[in-house]
Each structure stands twice: as C-alpha cells, then as structure tokens.
C-alpha cells in the first residue's frame, strides 16, 4: 500500500525558512503528479505547489518563496518554504496522484510561522 510520510515542519520565526520532505512507500514513478496542499485553522485546504513531468506551479501568496522538487533516488519530495509568513501557517499536506488518478494523501506536519 502507498504511504506518503511528511517530516520537516515546526515554528519559524518570520522571514526564516524550513524544508518539508514527503516520503514515498514505493516509487514517485507511480505518480503523475505530487503535491503539497496547506490547511490553516478554520480554512479550506489550499494548493500550495505541484511538480509533473512538464515542471512546476506555485500558489501566488507563495510564488518567489517556496519551491518544490523532488529526488527520484531518494523517493522523496520537498518543500523549499524561505522568507516564511506568519499567514504561512498551516498544516501541510503531501499528494501524489496516481496514474488512475486516484490522490494519496500524507497524514500532515504542522508549520508555524511566529512575527
């Protein structure tokens, strides 16, 4: 079964930066797409950033800030997040969509931006 494991997350002071990883069980090969989402206390949950074969795209509160990739040897995908926000706060979701599009989620890692 495919498990996707966020790590990285934690208190940040504003303007400082932290790196969220997405562990995949299995090979991101399976996915066509991957992704990091955010929930923020009493919102919807919102897209952040993905990353496909045709390159990457960004939320505009986030764009010049963070940045996705990944690691094919390493089965992993990141979150680059620099210059962070107190408004970047959130809990911060990692997706990968299947090639039947069926969507794995992570279970989630908490990142909090102090001012």
């Known amino acids: 079964q495919v498990q996707l494991v966020e790590s990285g997350g934690g208190l940040a002071s504003a303007g400082g930066s932290l790196r969220l990883s997405c562990a995949v069980s299995g090979s991101i090969f399976d996915f066509t797409s991957m992704g990091w989402y955010r929930q923020a206390p009493g919102k919807q949950r919102e897209l952040v950033a993905t990353?496909?074969?045709?390159?990457?795209d960004y939320a505009d509160s986030v764009k010049g800030r963070f940045t996705i990739s990944r690691d094919f040897a390493k089965n992993t995908v990141y979150l680059q997040m620099n210059f962070l926000k107190p408004e970047d706060t959130a809990v911060y979701y990692c997706?990968?969509?299947?090639?039947?599009?069926?969507?794995?989620w992570g279970q989630g890692t908490q990142v909090t931006v102090s001012s």
């Open positions: 997706r990968g969509r299947g090639r039947l599009g069926h969507d794995y």
């Open positions: 990353i496909t074969s045709g390159g990457t």
